[in-house]
Every structure is written in structure tokens, then in C-alpha cells.
């Protein structure tokens, strides 16, 4: 698929654009083929009850194209050729209804593991990609200490292996993983391996022979080369899992289908990865965002929900402790433009699936649109409400710890443990 047309904004800062298979950190980091975490001591990790993965749709995603509010008439006003018309949405409510190209996503929607909460964003407009991604992932606003939310997260239990924070997919930390807490950052399962071997005699030949000559250096760099050797021993056990998608799951093709089917097999194999987080863009159509039929939004649309109906088919059993949630840095304008596209706007949707999730309904109040050419879909709900309720519900976190001087409102979407 063609990479969809973007501003220059998110062309100079995607990760994936200026930096693909090369590393930036600030601080310290470890690098091993292509992974990265940031170096420290820590004790191993052991396996995980539940698993969060978290889903960012970069670019801006349209949450008035995914979750389509058909009864409020100001949206089919402002947007004449490019609406999604009430007759194709599915699981319309008496406000409602999903883009159709999310059909494959139907089975959780109904088994009530799927919902959406709608008019969430952050506290105050940012139209910058860039500004909105940093201010979004590092949740905590005011302070200057560069850690993310994630990191925040991990961070709780003092347990300290890389291994309990995975990015899948990326060579770059998002700002969500970065802070004090060692997270391991990959472009996939094959990069956490060490170079230059293939079978078993060379791999055990390698690992000797660099374990001799780092065991007397002392420093960040020693440190930092002997927890490298001790993640891909960690790491070992998800090697082992078949490569093959289980459960008949059959992934489509792109990045986030590889990255969730790498995902989904860390989480089989167990090592303890309790937070995985995965990019998924660029969701940023100011030109040609078409109709049901074709156009930037249905090709973006297909992946996400093609790839994630495949994720949750191929953990089976596995997925009654696994809750996905997405993000996306801020929504679009209510009204279409010249190009048939749609410019940076505010409010969006956020989507919960999986674990723990009262789905089968759509949560948020709805502030109704207006058809100004300046017009945005304004936030009644933080989406550090919507986190918060995921982290304490399923990870028994502690929401002042997590999102520091935040003070969530109940959103009712999820069940306590």
C-alpha cells in the first residue's frame, strides 16, 4: 500500500520516516541488531497475569469517519462527499455506528469485548503532531522530567526487566516508554538475537566468547552489554513459539499485522511482558480520505481492524488477560476541505478491547458538532480518564502514580478485577 499523503509536520517527526532501522535515546541505551532498551541492572520478570497493549494510530486518526455519528445532522452537512452514510454503519445505536470497514471487528463488538468512548482527547487543543504526541505520551503535564506514562506504569513494581515493557515494531522509544525504567524497544522478534550466528553451537560460542570479554569492564557500557545478554536469554522462550499464527488466525499484510503477530507470540511464550505497545500509521489524510468504497481511510481502516481481529483470534484462550486500548494524537476538523480530506482537528475516539472491557456500547457524552470551517469536535472526556480506568482495573495500578497530579473522572467501561 502506498504510504496516504501527510503534512510536513508528521513527515519531519514520524519515527518510522526519519529513522527507520536506525536509534535515537536520550540517556543511556543498550542496542543489539537493531533492539534497544535503556542499560541498568534488574532482576528477572517471570510471567505475566495481564498484558496491556496499547495501539497508537499516528497521524490523527478520524474518529467521526471510524465511530460515525449518524444522528447529529450537523455531520452530514459538514461533509457532503466524504460521510459515511447510516446505511452501512454497523452496530448502530440510537447515535452511532462503525465504519464499515471495521466489520472484521463485529465478533468482539457483539461478544461484548469491544467498545468506543467518543469526544476524548487532551485537556486543551495542540494541532502539532510532534507537541500533541510528546504532551499525549508523556501524560504528565507541566513537569519537566522527560518519562512516559508507560514507563510510569512498569515502573511501579520495582521489578526492573526490559522485558516487562516491550515496543513491537519501532527502532525508536516513543516517549511513552522513556524514563528511568529499562523497556525494550524492537523491530520485531528476529532483531532480539545476537548477530552473527544461526545455530545453536555458534549462538552458545558467540555468547561466551562476549561474555568474556565484557565480564571485567566496568561502567554504563559494561553494564549495559551484560543486560543486553541477559534480555536475549530472557527473550529466549518466545524463539521457541511457533512462527505460525495460531488458532487459524490469518493476518493481512503491513507493519501493525506483523508487529501484533509478534506480539501475540510473546505473549504466548510468557516471559513476562506485561505492557506492549505498537505504532500503526500514518492516519494523517488532509487529501483524498475517499469513501466505503476506496480512499486513504478504507486501506487504513482494513489494516487496523483486519490485523486486529487476527491478534485476538490467534491468542485464543489468551486473550482473557489481554486488554487493548488506542490512541491517536488528536482528531480531525468536523468539515471537510477542498481536497477531500480533512485538517488537523481535536476530539477522537478511543477504542477498548479484549479483557475486562463492558463492550457492545459506546461510552463518552457528546458535545454535538458544529459546521464552521474552523469547526472541531470538542473533548468532554481526558483520555487519561480512559487510561486510568484501564491500568487500575486491569493492572491493580495506581492512577496518581501513573498520570501524577490527574484526577480521572469514572467512564464505566471497564470491569474491576
Known amino acids: 500500500m502506498a504510504d496516504a499523503p501527510c503534512c510536513d509536520d508528521f513527515r519531519r517527526t514520524s519515527r518510522r520516516s526519519f529513522l527507520r532501522g536506525a536509534l535515537a535515546v536520550g540517556g543511556a541505551a543498550t542496542v543489539a541488531y537493531g533492539t534497544a532498551f535503556t542499560q541498568t541492572s534488574y532482576a528477572a520478570t517471570g510471567s505475566a497475569e495481564r498484558v496491556l497493549v496499547v495501539v497508537s494510530m499516528r497521524g490523527a486518526c478520524d474518529g467521526l469517519s471510524l465511530v460515525v455519528p449518524h444522528a447529529d445532522p450537523t455531520y452530514y452537512a459538514a461533509r457532503p462527499r466524504i460521510s459515511v452514510a447510516a446505511s452501512s454503519l454497523l452496530a448502530k445505536d440510537g447515535m452511532f455506528g462503525l465504519h464499515p470497514s471495521l466489520a472484521p471487528l463485529l465478533p468482539l463488538w457483539n461478544a461484548g469485548k469491544m467498545a468506543a468512548v467518543h469526544a476524548t482527547g487532551l485537556p486543551s487543543p495542540n494541532r502539532s503532531h510532534f507537541a500533541a504526541m510528546e504532551d499525549l505520551e508523556d501524560a504528565d503535564p507541566g513537569s519537566a522530567a522527560r518519562v512516559g506514562w508507560l514507563n510510569r506504569l512498569v515502573g511501579r513494581d520495582g521489578v526492573g526487566s526490559p522485558i516487562e515493557a516491550i515496543q513491537m515494531g519501532g527502532g525508536v522509544p516513543s516517549t511513552a516508554v522513556l524514563g528511568p525504567q529499562p523497556t525494550l524497544v524492537t ?181 454535538g458538532l458544529t459546521n464552521t470551517t474552523d469547526a472541531d469536535l470538542l473533548v468532554t472526556t481526558d483520555y487519561r480518564s480512559v487510561l486510568s480506568e484501564v491500568v487500575t482495573t486491569r493492572l491493580d495500578a495506581s492512577s496518581a502514580e501513573v498520570f501524577p497530579g490527574f484526577q480521572p473522572e469514572s467512564i464505566g467501561a471497564m470491569t474491576s478485577l
Open 187 to 367: 523491530s520485531g522478534i528476529d532483531q532480539v538475537k545476537l548477530p552473527g550466528a544461526t545455530t545453536a553451537t555458534e549462538i552458545a560460542a558467540r555468547r561466551r566468547s562476549l561474555s568474556t570479554a565484557w565480564a571485567g569492564s566496568d561502567g554504563a557500557l559494561g553494564t549495559g552489554f551484560r543486560s543486553t545478554l541477559d534480555v536475549i536469554d530472557e527473550f529466549a522462550p518466545v524463539h521457541a513459539t511457533s512462527a505460525t499464527p495460531a488458532n487459524g488466525a490469518v493476518y493481512p499484510r503491513g507493519d501493525l499485522a506483523q508487529a501484533l503477530q509478534d506480539s501475540a507470540r510473546t505473549i504466548r511464550a510468557d516471559v513476562g511482558a506485561e505492557v506492549i505497545t505498537v505504532d500503526h500509521g500514518s492516519w494523517d489524510h488532509h487529501t483524498g480520505i475517499g469513501t466505503i468504497a476506496s480512499g486513504n481511510l478504507k486501506n487504513m481502516a482494513d489494516e487496523w481492524a483486519g490485523a486486529i481481529a487476527a491478534f485476538f483470534k490467534d491468542l485464543g484462550p489468551l486473550a482473557d488477560k489481554v486488554t487493548l486500548v488506542t490512541i491517536s494524537e488528536f482528531g480531525r476538523r468536523v468539515a471537510e476541505n477542498a481536497n477531500q480530506g480533512l485538517d488537523h482537528g481535536y476530539g477522537n475516539v478511543m477504542f477498548l478491547m479484549g479483557a475486562g472491557v463492558k463492550g457492545g456500547r459506546y461510552y463518552g457524552r457528546w458535545p
